[in-house]
């Protein structure tokens, strides 16, 4: 049954990039129905097989900080607000340990990350079918994203792409569709940027560039006639036939006004946001002013657009350094691949970084989701040979089982999983 639920997630990895484009009256967005089902079958799964795979500090701390959130409605001024966003959190930790308990091979992983980059094909393919209708998210410049998705978090959802994409692109693993797949990877590239250019976020853009870096440098893994002959050429290519339609687009010409509005701007009425915010930290610095009350303690009533500032002012210095111990378990667990994978997953987490200045995504799946599958590909690389313990419920004796790695092959080829 893992086999079933494992496919299922990786459903609900495809729609994340582009969970705004469908909504059922009633229901939310496909993509929310989509995640009941991954979890209601991987519950199912977890009675039947009496299985579950031990968490790790890192679980233990995401949940430490869903239980602050849940705590904060104690001294919210809208509990109402506060408990609408438990629901949320409570959605997210269980996404935490979806991915945990059935990503457990490098084949997984890799499954993963294509599953989020076909998705961001759907995102790029539905704004330009907007961009095609006239159908602009913002009149000002003219800016476009996929379905009702604003174009900030459209921007983000693309830019995070890219790297995986080049990680993709430049894997060694060897299947029946690698050839295919390589190219869908490196063709995601210059689609990507279209699609950039039809959001005109311009944090983003500065998230692309570290993006782009990662590319240009994962290209020296690439044999340099398969470089010259192949690859680069087709980039220029698609590039260049791209630039006389991006260079007529409104969302574009924002990009020419990163200079002026560091400068002189107001960063779209951020500064005025991030100095409420502040305000209200000073006056309630320890605990917040609860789960999702940001809206209420500025002067516009808007999220902060800034995640670091909006888990501040929510929940206080408790909630941010356990939220700051979450960031710092992920980066280590980057930083401890091998060189090649920790550029890729600390590249990743530069760019959600950057996102994260600018937009309020510390409760937006597609975050959970990177967090987790770096927490995955670290167990991958650094237990090699080492027992995993797997929790048997109502029994007090975790029973123990080898953990394999992509390595160590069944006969036929096939990986052996963590489960027996």
Do not use: C
Not at 179 to 200: D, T
Not at 344 to 352: A, R, Y
């Amino acid at each position: 049954m893992r086999k079933y639920a494992f496919w299922l997630s990786l459903v609900l990895i495809f729609m994340m990039p582009w969970e705004g484009v469908f909504r059922l009256p009633g229901l939310g967005t496909a993509t929310k129905l989509a995640g009941f089902g991954v979890a209601a079958f991987w519950l199912a799964t977890v009675v039947i097989t009496n299985q579950i795979r031990k968490p790790t500090p890192f679980h233990m701390m995401v949940g430490l900080f869903v239980l602050w959130n849940a705590l904060s409605v104690f001294w919210s001024g809208n509990i109402n607000r506060t408990v609408s966003q438990l629901t949320t959190w409570a959605q997210l930790l269980l996404l935490v340990f979806i991915l945990w308990d059935l990503y457990t091979t490098k084949t997984a992983l890799l499954a993963g990350l294509q599953a989020y980059v076909l998705g961001a094909y759907v995102a790029v393919g539905s704004a330009i079918a907007n961009y095609s209708a006239g159908n602009s998210f913002y009149t000002n410049y003219e800016r476009f994203s996929a379905g009702n998705t604003n174009p900030d978090g459209f921007g983000f959802l693309v830019a995070l792409g890219i790297p995986v994409a080049w990680y993709l692109a430049g894997s060694r693993l060897k299947t029946q569709w690698s050839a295919l797949l390589k190219f869908v990877n490196y063709a995601y590239i210059p689609a990507a940027l279209f699609g950039l250019s039809l959001s005109g976020t311009r944090t983003a853009l500065i998230a692309t560039a570290v993006s782009m870096v990662f590319g240009l440098a994962s290209l020296t893994r690439i044999r340099p006639w398969i470089r010259v002959v192949f690859i680069l050429p087709f980039l220029i290519l698609a590039i260049y036939l791209m630039l006389p339609h991006v260079q007529t687009m409104k969302s574009f010409e924002r990009f020419g006004t990163i200079a002026t509005e560091l400068s002189e701007g107001d960063l779209n009425e951020r500064l005025i946001l991030w100095g409420d915010g502040y305000s209200s930290f000073l006056e309630h610095p320890l605990l917040g002013v609860g789960s999702n009350m940001y809206r209420k303690v500025n002067s516009l009533g808007k999220v902060a657009h800034n995640s670091y500032l909006s888990v501040l002012v929510e929940v206080g210095l408790v909630g941010f350094a356990l939220f700051g111990i979450i960031l710092t378990m992920a980066v280590i667990q980057a930083w401890r691949h091998r060189r090649w994978d920790a550029a890729f997953w600390l590249t990743i987490l530069l760019v959600w970084a950057i996102g994260a200045s600018s937009l309020t995504w510390e409760a937006r799946k597609t975050t959970w989701l990177f967090l987790s599958l770096i927490t995955v590909s670290s167990a991958l690389t650094h237990r090699r040979g080492v027992a995993v313990p797997l929790v048997k419920r109502n029994d007090s004796d975790a029973q123990v089982v080898p953990h394999t790695e992509p390595g160590n092959l069944l006969p036929g080829g096939k990986e052996k999983p963590y489960f027996v």
